[in-house]
C-alpha cells in the first residue's frame, strides 16, 4: 500500500489511508467506531476532514485494526 496517491498526484492523507484499509478488510465505519468505543459519526468526521489526522490518533486506528506504521529507506 504506497503513500501516493494513483496517478502519483501527491501523497495522500492518513484518512483515505485508513478508508483504503477499511475498504480491503471489510471493515465498516461502524465497525471501526465500536473497536475505537466511539460512534460511527465521528470516525465519519474524524475521515472526511480537510486536515489530517494526528499522528497519535493515525496510529490509535491502525492498531486497532492490526496494522502498524513501518518507514523504510527509499
Known sequence: MSGVRKGGKGLRTAGEIIEDILKKDGVSQSDLAKM???DRRAIHQLLRKV???KYSK???ILDKLG???TINRK
Do not use: N, P, S, V
Open 36 to 38: 475505537m468505543d466511539t
Open 51 to 53: 486536515q489530517d489526522i
Open 58 to 60: 493515525f496510529e490509535e
Open 67 to 69: 496494522y502498524e506504521i
